[in-house]
Each structure stands twice: as structure tokens, then as C-alpha cells.
């Protein structure tokens, strides 16, 4: 696959944070696509496989939390990041973190304050039909609870790293990239998508692997949309896009 070029050098740094439990055999592949002078944040959340230090000497930074749930591995990464712009992409080889330069540039250039990626997956075994199936019943429930018009709640995203902090997210469990998204529409967010390919996973994925794994993310998730609204504001911009 050819990697998007990378953004200018004057451009802020990227973090790009990375949950990760018994990734050891997708991080060499996962952390090759990182773009040159960005960040990879590998969130180890209780690893028996080497992850930790096999992701440490690739070069990434690895931020341990004990907490188990996607969603603690994702906001120790997001409180750890210092970086203007964050990114999160799965750990398990299904994505490619390079796919995030347009995605950042978006944001970096005021189009969007928050981008998603849209999964198009690539062959039959990259998207279980239990795990496609429960994605498609969210993503409706998602836009009627807020209006956007998204059609995946996938996990390849980017956004500055301040007003993602400001959102104030609760969930730690499955229901944290909904949270984002909810969270980010009722503050009137501009949130929009781009398709990326989804290959097939490296190993066992902890999340929609199985048909209970999947029923327990849509039980979480499902929770995150009965929430009320919570009080945040949109991230402020001046005319060229700047956070002020």
C-alpha cells in the first residue's frame, strides 16, 4: 500500500495513540507506517506478549495502563499526548496509520474538527458480519441521536488534542469512540469521514472477535446514547483554522 506523504516539516508535531494488548505480532508492520516526525503512543493495557518492549525498541513510546477497556487505553493515550493534533488508530494491523496525514491536514487546515475513517473493508475475512451488522445498527442509532450523517464508528480518527480533552469523555470501555462523536456533535462539531481500506486483523481482535464480545460493545455503546447532552463547547477557530 503507498503511504501518504508526509505533512511539511513546519507543520506541528502528531501524536498518534495506539491501544494495545498482545499486539506483539502486527506492531512491527503497525509502526513502520507511522509518518516520519510523528509520535506513536502505544498504550499497553496489560500485555503478556511483549508488546511493551518490542514497541519501545521500534521506537514508539509506550504509556502503561492497567485499567483494562478500549476506552482506558485510549484516553491514557489522549492525557498522555502533548501534541497539537492526536490521532488514535487500532493496534492489530487492520489499519494504516499513514492514511491519517489528509486526515490531520483537514483538521490542521479548519475543515474539520474532527475526522473519522469510514472502513471499506478488504476481503471477506477483514469484517466479521456480526461485528459489520452491529456497526451498521449503531451507526443509525448515532445519527438519529445526532444528526450526522456517518455511516462507521471506526476507530481511525484525528483531532486537536485540547478540545478533544475538553469533552470532558467518561466511557472506558467500547462505548469511547461513540462517546467522541456524540460528545463532539452536541458541542456542533464539524465531523465528516473518509473511506480507508480495512484489512484483516493480526490475531484475535478482544472487541467484535466473537458474537458476545460484539453484543458487549453494543451494550456499551448503547448506554453512551441514552447519556444526556453534556455541556461542552465547540472548538474555537479563527478564519485560518488556528485553535485560539
Not at 487505553?73 to 489522549?78: E, P, R, S
Not at 501534541?83 to 490542521?108: I, K, M
Not at 469533552?167 to 467522541?180: A, F, I, K, V
Not at 472487541?207 to 441514552?226: E, I, P, Y
Amino acid at each position: 500500500m503507498t503511504a501518504h506523504p508526509a505533512l511539511p516539516a513546519k507543520d506541528p508535531q502528531v501524536d498518534v495513540v495506539l491501544p494495545c494488548l498482545n499486539e506483539a505480532a502486527a506492531l512491527p508492520w503497525v509502526l513502520a507506517r507511522i509518518p516520519p516526525g510523528w509520535r506513536a503512543l502505544v498504550v499497553d493495557n496489560g500485555s503478556t506478549d511483549g508488546s511493551a518492549e518490542l514497541a519501545r525498541s521500534l521506537g514508539a513510546t509506550v504509556v502503561r495502563e492497567t485499567r483494562r477497556g478500549f476506552g482506558a487505553a485510549c484516553h491514557a493515550g489522549l492525557t498522555a499526548a502533548t501534541a497539537e493534533f492526536v490521532c488514535f488508530c487500532d493496534c492489530d494491523a487492520s489499519l494504516d496509520p499513514s492514511l491519517l496525514v489528509p486526515f490531520v491536514r483537514e483538521v490542521r487546515d479548519g475543515e474539520a474538527d474532527l475526522v473519522l475513517g469510514r472502513r471499506r473493508p478488504q476481503g471477506r475475512s477483514a469484517w466479521p458480519a456480526h461485528a459489520r451488522a452491529a456497526n451498521l445498527a449503531l451507526a443509525r442509532l448515532m445519527r438519529r441521536r445526532t444528526g450526522l450523517r456517518l455511516h462507521d464508528l471506526g476507530p481511525l480518527r484525528a483531532a486537536r488534542r485540547a478540545p478533544l480533552l475538553d469533552l470532558t469523555l467518561t466511557d472506558r470501555r467500547s462505548g469511547y469512540p461513540l462517546q467522541m462523536v456524540v460528545r463532539a456533535a452536541d458541542a456542533g462539531w464539524r465531523v465528516t469521514e473518509r473511506d480507508v481500506p480495512y484489512l484483516p486483523r493480526t490475531g484475535t481482535s478482544k472487541v467484535t472477535g466473537t458474537w458476545r464480545g460484539s453484543w458487549q460493545a453494543v451494550r456499551d455503546m448503547r448506554r453512551v446514547l441514552a447519556e444526556p447532552p453534556a455541556p461542552v463547547e465547540a472548538p474555537a477557530t479563527s478564519p485560518g483554522g488556528t485553535a485560539q
